[in-house]
């Protein structure tokens, strides 16, 4: 089946078709007045993004419409052993699919589209996003070989998706094309920021359409949702701007080799790396999957234009490189432990062998929960004697974010009636509802709210109800997708911190007796070797289970499993204090 991608690059102020205000009442009486309770209610469902960083998906449901804003994934947290990723619940989309009219991206981190491929498995949604997100998720689409109708939107276009009038705002953020949308309809009228940050210099030029949340603000609106994640840093997330003038005073002092490791979407801060290479007359080698596969893009959609395809080097090539003429661009700032530069630090690298005095950038932050991966890998490049250059001791990193005094600003302009602090974690929702108080936001008009709960709003009204619908993480591992619950995480972890014993029993179908000598193996539990004493004894607390099943006539396969698997526990807690999962297999010959 062919494609279907529309291009929509119509400006508000020159649309061709009907204007956004056709359906709504005249501006004049819009001002401030917006919603008219005339409209009916609408309900804001969060899915998930809310006490969490990650798996960002809102819905937004009036009169039989379901609009759906973004849809991520999560990484899983520590506890979840061997979960690849976490989804939102999509139980109330199956619900209603009938309902759903489309989904609207904002831009192209995982944790707004990473979900995506696992929602239009189970249904057929039409995906709106700009074009880097919709790059990515092409790419998405083809690794899971699935399709759907995409269409291609940009800052400043205006589109129908139902009865939903939608207008896509320029942002700016740590990955190329973010936007925020303001979402009309008769109901009411919501502007969601996405991501955000507020960057007068931009490296791509285009700075945050400030003028045009302001607007929004005098024609009114009712609800905000607005990015909590920096909320409780004060003062003003620094522009990238800072981060050219670091990485030039590098290249200016070093006639070594210069390894950046980065994340692979921020595509403007990658080009910046690649311009400065070019002034320097070094040539650039890539290294990592992902690294490679978001710069073929950025050329395709024309972001690396005045990079000449002679400045690249394939990273078999180096060995006949000066140093001095080599910049190497690499995945793995997060200390992924497959990614290129955790291969470099290990040794385990095809291609690059580092030598000291090589000068190994770091341009990202920790995201949280990763710091002690990245100080292993810290750590094995001093052992190096490698030059490291980390974001906390130069300024080769800044935040893609908003801090508090940019988040006032957004308040400020948008002046919403209602408010809900969304993408964060509980403490940054909670600061982000005080800002907003501290603004003169009436604390009754402020919901933080939990995944799954259902903000009802009815003009003037607006009415939390929690526990709507599933808010729950789905765990996906493998192929497998909400197959998972918490009692498999509970053995993997038993599994995990105890091992595992396995007692194979035969016995005679017919009188009951042992036909050969039960066999034991642990996993993880004791070094068999050395522990002869101990498997020893635990044989004979078997035989002697099996004496008194037989006393007491049940032999039969649940009774003699139960009754092995409790004398066995027992045995085991009393001799190491550990408590590993047991597996009784009763053959029957
Ligand atoms: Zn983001
Ligand atoms: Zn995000």
């Given at each position: 089946?062919?494609?279907?991608?529309?291009?929509y690059r119509r400006r508000h102020n020159n649309h061709p078709g009907?204007?956004?205000?056709?359906?709504?009442?005249?501006?004049?009486?819009?001002?401030?007045?917006?919603?008219?309770?005339?409209?009916?209610?609408?309900?804001?469902?969060?899915?998930?993004?809310?006490?969490?960083?990650?798996?960002?998906?809102?819905?937004?449901?009036?009169?039989?419409?379901?609009?759906?804003?973004?849809?991520?994934?999560?990484?899983?947290?520590?506890?979840?052993?061997?979960?690849?990723?976490?989804?939102?619940?999509?139980?109330?989309?199956?619900?209603?699919?009938?309902?759903?009219?489309?989904?609207?991206?904002?831009?192209?981190?995982?944790?707004?589209?990473?979900?995506?491929?696992?929602?239009?498995?189970?249904?057929?949604?039409?995906?709106?996003?700009?074009?880097?997100?919709?790059?990515?998720?092409?790419?998405?689409?083809?690794?899971?070989?699935?399709?759907?109708?995409?269409?291609?939107?940009?800052?400043?276009?205006?589109?129908?998706?139902?009865?939903?009038?939608?207008?896509?705002?320029?942002?700016?953020?740590?990955?190329?094309?973010?936007?925020?949308?303001?979402?009309?309809?008769?109901?009411?009228?919501?502007?969601?920021?996405?991501?955000?940050?507020?960057?007068?210099?931009?490296?791509?030029?285009?700075v945050i359409d400030l003028r045009r949340f302001a607007q929004l603000?005098?024609?009114?609106?009712?609800?905000?949702?607005?990015?909590?994640?920096?909320?409780?840093?004060?003062?003003?997330?620094?522009?990238?701007?800072?981060?050219?003038?670091?990485?030039?005073?590098?290249?200016?002092?070093?006639?070594?080799?210069?390894?950046?490791?980065?994340?692979?979407?921020?595509?403007?801060?990658?080009?910046?790396?690649?311009?400065?290479?070019?002034?320097?007359?070094?040539?650039?080698?890539?290294?990592?999957?992902?690294?490679?596969?978001?710069?073929?893009?950025?050329?395709?959609?024309?972001?690396?234009?005045?990079?000449?395809?002679?400045?690249?080097?394939?990273?078999?090539?180096?060995?006949?490189?000066?140093?001095?003429?080599?910049?190497?661009?690499?995945?793995?700032?997060?200390?992924?432990?497959?990614?290129?530069?955790?291969?470099?630090?290990?040794?385990?690298?095809?291609?690059?062998?580092?030598?000291?005095?090589?000068?190994?950038?770091?341009?990202?932050?920790?995201?949280?929960?990763?710091?002690?991966?990245?100080?292993?890998?810290?750590?094995?490049?001093?052992?190096?004697?490698?030059?490291?250059?980390?974001?906390?001791?130069?300024?080769?990193?800044?935040?893609?974010?908003?801090?508090?005094?940019?988040?006032?600003?957004?308040?400020s302009l948008v002046r919403p009636r209602f408010f809900m602090p969304?993408?964060?974690?509980?403490?940054?929702?909670?600061?982000?509802?005080?800002?907003?108080?501290?603004?003169?936001?009436?604390?009754?008009?402020?919901?933080?709210?939990?995944?799954?709960?259902?903000?009802?709003?009815?003009?003037?009204?607006?009415?939390?109800?929690?526990?709507?619908?599933?808010?729950?993480?789905?765990?996906?591992?493998?192929?497998?997708?909400?197959?998972?619950?918490?009692?498999?995480?509970?053995?993997?972890?038993?599994?995990?911190?105890?091992?595992?014993?396995?007692?194979?029993?035969?016995?005679?179908?017919?009188?009951?007796?042992?036909?050969?000598?039960?066999?034991?193996?642990?996993?993880?539990?004791?070094?068999?070797?050395?522990?002869?004493?101990?498997?020893?004894?635990?044989?004979?607390?078997?035989?002697?289970?099996?004496?008194?099943?037989?006393?007491?006539?049940?032999?039969?396969?649940?009774?003699?499993?139960?009754?092995?698997?409790?004398?066995?526990?027992?045995?085991?807690?009393?001799?190491?204090?550990?408590?590993?999962?047991?597996?009784?297999?009763?053959?029957?010959?």
């Amino acid at each position: 089946m062919a494609r279907l991608k529309n291009n929509y690059r119509r400006r508000h102020n020159n649309h061709p078709g009907k204007s956004v205000s056709d359906a709504l009442p005249a501006a004049s009486a819009r001002r401030r007045s917006i919603p008219s309770a005339a409209g009916g209610p609408y309900k804001v469902i969060p899915l998930g993004g809310l006490n969490e960083i990650g798996k960002n998906c809102t819905l937004i449901e009036y009169n039989n419409e379901i609009l759906i804003i973004d849809c991520g994934f999560a990484f899983p947290e520590y506890e979840m052993f061997g979960i690849d990723l976490v989804i939102p619940d999509f139980t109330y989309l199956k619900e209603n699919s009938e309902k759903i009219k489309g989904l609207i991206i904002t831009h192209g981190h995982e944790d707004h589209i990473g979900g995506i491929p696992y929602l239009l498995k189970e249904l057929n949604v039409p995906v709106y996003a700009p074009p880097l997100a919709m790059g990515l998720i092409d790419h998405k689409l083809e690794e899971h070989g699935l399709w759907c109708e995409t269409h291609v939107i940009r800052a400043g276009d205006i589109f129908s998706i139902g009865s939903f009038r939608i207008e896509a705002i320029q942002t700016n953020h740590s990955i190329a094309d973010s936007v925020a949308y303001s979402i009309r309809f008769l109901g009411g009228h919501i502007v969601h920021t996405g991501d955000f940050k507020v960057d007068f210099a931009p490296l791509d030029g285009k700075v945050i359409d400030l003028r045009r949340f302001a607007q929004l603000g005098d024609e009114g609106v009712d609800l905000l949702l607005c990015d909590s994640t920096n909320v409780m840093r004060n003062g003003y997330t620094p522009s990238e701007a800072i981060v050219r003038k670091s990485i030039d005073e590098i290249f200016d002092n070093t006639d070594k080799r210069i390894i950046i490791a980065t994340f692979s979407s921020n595509v403007h801060r990658i080009k910046y790396f690649m311009e400065a290479s070019m002034k320097h007359n070094r040539c650039i080698a890539v290294s990592g999957k992902s690294m490679e596969k978001v710069l073929t893009l950025a050329r395709e959609l024309g972001y690396l234009n005045n990079i000449p395809d002679s400045l690249f080097i394939r990273i078999n090539d180096i060995r006949n490189v000066p140093d001095k003429s080599l910049t190497i661009l690499t995945t793995g700032s997060q200390g992924e432990p497959m990614s290129a530069l955790t291969r470099m630090a290990n040794d385990q690298h095809k291609s690059v062998k580092l030598k000291a005095d090589d000068v190994v950038v770091f341009s990202s932050s920790p995201i949280p929960g990763n710091e002690k991966v990245i100080s292993q890998v810290v750590n094995q490049l001093y052992e190096k004697n490698v030059k490291v250059v980390l974001a906390s001791a130069m300024d080769v990193h800044v935040s893609g974010h908003a801090s508090s005094e940019e988040l006032k600003l957004i308040h400020s302009l948008v002046r919403p009636r209602f408010f809900m602090p969304v993408h964060g974690e509980k403490r940054h929702l909670v600061e982000h509802s005080l800002l907003a108080q501290s603004l003169g936001q009436q604390s009754s008009t402020i919901f933080v709210m939990n995944n799954g709960d259902a903000l009802v709003i009815n003009g003037r009204k607006a009415r939390l109800t929690k526990g709507f619908t599933s808010g729950d993480d789905v765990m996906v591992d493998g192929y497998g997708v909400g197959d998972i619950g918490n009692s498999v995480l509970r053995e993997r972890k038993n599994l995990s911190q105890s091992g595992l014993v396995t007692i194979a029993v035969a016995l005679d179908t017919a009188t009951g007796s042992l036909m050969a000598v039960p066999e034991m193996r642990t996993i993880g539990l004791v070094y068999e070797q050395e522990h002869k004493d101990f498997l020893d004894e635990a044989l004979s607390i078997v035989y002697n289970t099996i004496g008194k099943c037989a006393e007491a006539g049940s032999l039969d396969e649940q009774s003699l499993s139960k009754a092995i698997k409790s004398d066995m526990k027992g045995y085991i807690y009393r001799m190491t204090k550990r408590s590993p999962v047991i597996i009784p297999i009763i053959l029957y010959v």
